[in-house]
């Protein structure tokens, strides 16, 4: 149980475009989910929170109207790069609250390469 | 400021050889303390979750503990299999987040 899935795995894409990634809880449902980038050989730098049917709330320092988080769903939030430059390429993680005591569980990532 | 700090940074061992990586944290109201493990180009995978100084969680070869002020993971007789990146974070209450450290390196050779 508590599978999270991701969409993709990895995109390359050229600069100015926009880019869409997906996160599924495929065997619970989620009311919060979370999205964290991470950089090579770095920890993981938590970006948004998301809460279904409600706006998300940011980190400090996240630009809200560059990383679009949508949460309509209890198993769907998307998280969409506008306007990608290569500063944006990175890995990118979700992960769904589940479990007895709401454990965050993650999605294999999405590797992120603007040109 | 919630704070938590892995070591050591990596750690090379034999196959066979125990060893402890350890986690210290600094938290405003611990609501949990999670270990995850995290192949390259994956994402975390979950571990153990503990939650109140003196809890200890087995899963294999891998035994967490936890103390008011830091968090133990025991790996016995580790194979190479174990390799991986040792991350520890905890849940903050008074930030509604996981703050996590910035893992540990483990290489098991044969």
């Known amino acids: 149980g508590a599978v999270v899935s991701q969409h993709p795995s990895w995109v390359i894409c050229k600069s100015g475009t926009s880019v869409k990634i997906e996160c599924r809880s495929l065997?619970?449902?989620?009311?919060?989910m979370f999205w964290y980038r991470q950089f090579p050989k770095q920890s993981l730098m938590l970006m948004a929170t998301?809460?279904?049917?409600?706006?998300?709330?940011?980190e400090q320092g996240v630009e809200k109207d560059k990383f679009l988080i949508n949460h309509a769903s209890l198993t769907l939030s998307t998280l969409t790069v506008t306007s990608a430059h290569p500063e944006d390429s990175s890995f990118y993680i979700c992960s769904a609250a589940g479990g007895r005591h709401n454990e965050q569980f993650f999605g294999p990532g999405t590797r992120l390469t603007v040109l | 400021e919630d704070q938590v700090t892995q070591s050591p940074e990596a750690l090379r061992l034999q196959e066979g050889e125990s060893s402890s990586l350890n986690c210290s944290y600094t938290v405003s109201g611990l609501r949990g303390l999670f270990w995850y493990r995290q192949d390259p180009g994956k994402g975390p995978e979950f571990l153990f979750t503990?939650?109140?100084a003196g809890e200890e969680k087995e899963k294999e070869r891998l035994k967490a503990t936890l103390t008011k002020k830091e968090s133990f993971l025991h790996i016995t007789a580790p194979k190479p299999e174990d390799s991986a990146t040792y991350l520890c974070?905890?849940?903050?209450?008074?930030?509604?987040?996981?703050?996590f450290g910035a893992g540990t390196r483990l290489a098991v050779h044969p």
């Open positions: 998301s809460n279904e049917g409600s706006k998300a709330t940011y």
């Open positions: 065997d619970f449902q989620a009311t919060t």
């Open positions: 503990l939650y109140s």
């Open positions: 974070a905890v849940f903050s209450g008074g930030y509604n987040k996981l703050i």
